[in-house]
């Protein structure tokens, strides 16, 4: 794939078992509260530079000329009602470098739990969440315990599986803490069950936080339609369960 960002470093999976095999389930819709999303997409050069339009940036107002396809990323998705604090917006900033399946998954925590998560770039325990999704993804060369991966990437996948099995660590800490992190996590089967979740329904539109700090808009809204010509591009859209 094209990377012409050093901040997009998302990796598609290999395969698509893990979808099949946990669905989000409509038992399970039915019953949960709004709630955070992350995701896996294709990023194209129309989204690097959102339209204000409204009271709100946009990007991808025409799902059919999305400009050039420059890598894969990872952002979170705001459930409706919640608010993410402009601190927030000024501590997750990726700044040139990749980590942003760590940096979305981060934000999510961030959006249930409330709190921050370590993410230092100069701290080995600010790139535990990283390399530990590394070293349990399906790309030779990152599972060695103790040693940096020999790759950059990984998948959304790998990311929330560190956070149900390991936890993650809060801000200063030096250990991840495992009910930090989350019980479960499923897959969106459909665009409505996507706007559900969030608690969008009947709304044609979702809310991504990206995490390029105070250089890019903190929120900005995608239309319903291009959020769907991206989930079938390969796209993860994991949905999690808190602890």
Known sequence: MTQLRPQLDRLPPSDWKHVDKYPLGAHMLAVMPPTPVVIGINWYSDFDEPVYRNNA???GLDP???????????????HR????????????DQGNEGRCVQFGCSRIMSLMNRKQYEIR??????????????RIDE??????PGAQPQYEGTSVRAGLSVLKNKGIIPKYASKPVLAEGISAYRWIGSMSDLSAVLG???IPYVDLINSWG????????????TMNRLWKEDGEIGVPTDR
């Open 57 to 59: 940036y946009w990007i």
């Open 200 to 202: 969008y329904t009947g």
């Open 139 to 144: 790309w030779p060369g990152g599972e060695y």
């Open 121 to 134: 770039a100069d701290d080995p325990e600010g790139r535990w969440l990283y390399y530990e999704a590394q």
């Open 64 to 78: 059919n000329n999305l400009g050039e396809l420059e890598g894969g990323h990872c952002v979170a998705l705001k």
């Open 81 to 92: 009602y919640a608010t993410d604090l402009t601190s927030w917006w000024d501590y997750y």
């Open 214 to 225: 105070r250089g890019y808009p903190h929120l900005v809204r995608m239309p319903l339609e």
